[in-house]
């Protein structure tokens, strides 16, 4: 088995996917002679032709809303977003089209797309380069939303993605592109949506994380346990579908998380993940749940982002916090 | 013409004169069986509009959008394409065009009384559903002509939209995206003067959407939209151009909304009762009665019988709409997802015992 980065895992998955079906089109901006700005889709044009990886017009909503009509005439389009800071641009024809046109149709126009999108920050990136906003999206039913923390599910997670007869938003850790980097098998295979990837057992705390901030709860246990602390990562892969049952069990097991992401904190995906911890394993906690997340703010320009972005630093502290409860 | 405006402003085509007279040596394309079509199609638009308004001011039907002064502009578009192989991506005056295409008159009835099997299609309907979200759908027949013509159709594709409209941004992204694509659509403008009360000339400094084909480096024509045969003929062209692979074509049917907005609309706020009887004068439904009588092809007794029978027909499909099966609770879930996260199974099971009382 080879070591792959995130990058390279996504771009041969892209390139499977091409290879093993011609309803499938790749379209966005940069994607077809530039390989895409993070070199995503580097060679895809090259191998499958103008006609199936696509630039396109510096225009997000018609990107996706022109993936709509794709997907009408019975393609398998994959719109690539260049920032999902940028999808705002674009957010009334996932929410309003894309998320909805199934139900709308009642079955007659399904939306088998996967709509690619990096985020997240510490990468010293202009505005709206960097912003979490994957919460916008899971608040909107009909998508399904999918963060990949390591290489191999990245390939596995795309490539089932790819399947889904449902619309996903599949988010990117840009910093992770070429700093995420693992064994990554050949072959063609697909990781479920909805399961959870238990990271590290323990048996004090577990950190529910997903996507880059998975590597940021890793190093925050590794700490813990140079502190005595048995800490545990669960890395949920994807947020729509949620693995509940991962999630209960893995609390229950031990009686005390932390949540994290890079999202802003108020109405967060960790919001969420209390709810949902409080009413599948009220009775087995015995701390109250931390919540690790970016300030109620907006992304700042980068000499103050890593105060922002959740760092080990206040991890660790959430983690003390509830062992000390 | 304002002083701003650089661009020389044709006056629209226009082949049928208000009095029913043809324009001097034109033949009209829409002809026997296919003209009497459309003429049907147009009187049962009127005949519907009156139905619902009707049937809403009892509270038997929602919200309803009359097509009241653009039948013309939506029947000679429609009667422009092969319903065989071409598209209707439509907004949602545009019930006679998506008829056309085979839409039933039952499914809009269950589409405007809350049913949402109003908008699944039959197979090979080649019709989207209405569209609220104003512009969002012309992105989507961009894609659609796009993708039709990747994978070797010839169809067409046909989309709506309005002077209102037009201010979105979803317009100008597809109007772009179909030019630099060479995508096989027919965008038809249909500036009706309003939207909503909003007039056109608050919702542009221009004096011509038409000419903005120009920008988007494809063809534009400017329509009398209350010329049945007028738009008849421009559409034809435009679909063989769009057939021929020589790209998309932006069409400003120049019409009037002689009607409320919607049912919940009431124009009298803000349209000049002058103008509405100036723009009632150009009616494109009694223009092609005129025609039509003058050529010997129907009389009064006859419109009469034909609209008794669309009467019918309208009540038909109402009552069959009234008939269907209320849905449940299941509805609720039912084709959001494929495959639904495992959340919503105990969500379902929820809406399904508290329905059940």
């Not at chain 1, 998975?214 to 669960?234: D, I």
């Not at chain 2, 009835?109 to 809350?114: K, N």
């Not at chain 2, 012309?138 to 939209?161: E, I, K, M, N």
């Not at chain 2, 803000?270 to 009887?277: I, S």
Request: net charge negative.
């Amino acid at each position: 088995m080879a070591e792959m980065t995130m990058i390279e895992a996504i771009r041969s998955t892209l390139g499977d996917a091409l290879a093993r079906d011609e309803r499938v089109i790749v379209l966005g901006q940069d994607v077809g002679v530039n390989g895409g700005v993070f070199r995503a889709t580097e060679g895809l044009q090259e191998r499958f032709g103008e006609d199936r990886v696509v630039d396109m017009p510096l225009a997000e909503a018609v990107i996706v809303g022109s993936a709509v009509g794709l997907a009408c005439s019975g393609m398998i389009p994959i719109p690539e977003l260049q920032f999902l800071g940028f999808g705002s641009q674009a957010f009334h024809q996932m929410e309003g089209q894309v998320a909805r046109y199934s139900f709308r149709s009642q079955g007659s126009y399904p939306m088998p797309m996967v709509i690619r999108a990096p985020f997240g920050g510490n990468v010293r990136t202009p505005e709206l380069h960097s912003d979490a906003h994957e919460a916008k999206y899971v608040n909107t039913p009909g998508l399904k939303v999918v963060m990949p923390a390591t290489a191999r599910d990245a390939k596995g997670l795309l490539a089932e993605a790819i399947r889904d007869p449902d619309p996903v938003l599949f988010c990117e850790p840009l910093r992770g592109y070429r700093l995420i980097k693992d064994e990554v098998p050949e072959e063609d295979y697909t990781v479920p949506l909805g399961k959870a990837r238990t990271v590290r057992e323990g048996t004090d705390l577990v950190i529910v994380a997903y996507s880059a901030a998975v590597v940021v709860a890793e190093r925050a246990a590794e700490r813990a346990a140079q502190e005595g602390y048995s800490v545990g990562v669960l890395d949920l892969r994807s947020l729509v579908p949620l693995d509940v049952e991962a999630l209960r069990d893995a609390v229950a097991a031990c009686g005390r998380a932390v949540v994290l992401h890079e999202g802003s904190l108020s109405a967060g995906f960790g919001a969420e993940l209390v709810a949902t911890i409080q009413e599948e394993a009220f009775w087995t906690l015995q701390a109250p749940i931390g919540r690790v997340a970016a300030y109620d703010t907006p992304y700042p320009p980068g000499t103050v982002e890593e105060l922002y972005v959740p760092s080990v630093d206040r991890v660790l502290d959430a983690i003390r916090a509830a062992l000390e409860a | 013409m304002s002083a701003a405006s650089t661009v020389e402003i044709p006056e629209p085509l226009r082949l049928l004169a208000p009095d029913g007279t043809l324009a001097e040596g034109h033949v009209p394309a829409l002809d026997g069986d296919a003209l009497l079509d459309a003429w049907r199609a147009m009187l049962r638009s009127r005949v519907c509009d009156e139905r619902c308004f009707s049937l809403q001011r009892q509270g038997r039907l929602g919200t309803f959008s009359p097509v009241n002064g653009e039948e013309a502009a939506v029947v000679g578009s429609a009667w422009a394409l092969d319903p065989a192989r071409d598209w209707i991506v439509p907004q949602y005056r545009e019930l006679p065009a998506m008829l056309r295409l085979g839409y039933r008159l039952a499914q809009a009835m269950q589409y405007y009384t809350g049913n949402p099997a109003g908008s699944q299609m039959d197979a090979d309907v080649n019709v989207l559903p209405f569209q609220i979200s104003l512009a969002a759908q012309l992105p989507h027949a961009v894609g659609l002509a796009w993708g039709l013509r990747h994978q070797g159709s010839d169809a067409v594709v046909c989309t709506y939209f309005g002077d209102g409209a037009s201010s979105e941004g979803d317009a100008h992204e597809a109007l772009n995206l179909a030019g630099v694509r060479r995508a096989p659509v027919v965008f038809v403008l249909k500036n009706n003067g309003w939207a909503i009360s909003t007039p056109v000339r608050k919702q542009t400094a221009a004096t011509s959407f038409a000419a903005r084909a120009a920008g988007y480096g494809m063809a534009g024509e400017l329509v009398d939209g209350n010329d049945l045969f007028a738009m008849h003929d421009a559409c034809s062209r435009a679909v063989a151009r769009a057939r021929t692979g020589e790209g998309p074509t932006l069409i400003e049917a120049r019409t009037y909304r002689m009607g409320p907005h919607n049912t919940s609309d009431d124009p009298t706020r803000y349209v000049d009762p002058v103008e509405l009887e100036e723009r009632r004068a150009l009616d494109p439904v009694e223009r092609v009665r005129r025609y039509l009588t003058a050529e010997g092809l129907i009389d009064e007794a006859s419109e009469q019988r034909l609209v008794e029978e669309l009467q019918a027909e309208v009540d038909a499909a109402f009552a069959e709409a009234q008939a269907s099966p209320s849905p449940g609770s299941e509805a609720l879930f039912d084709h959001v997802y494929a495959r639904p996260p495992g959340r919503l199974a105990g969500q379902r099971a929820t809406a399904a015992a508290e329905e059940a009382g």
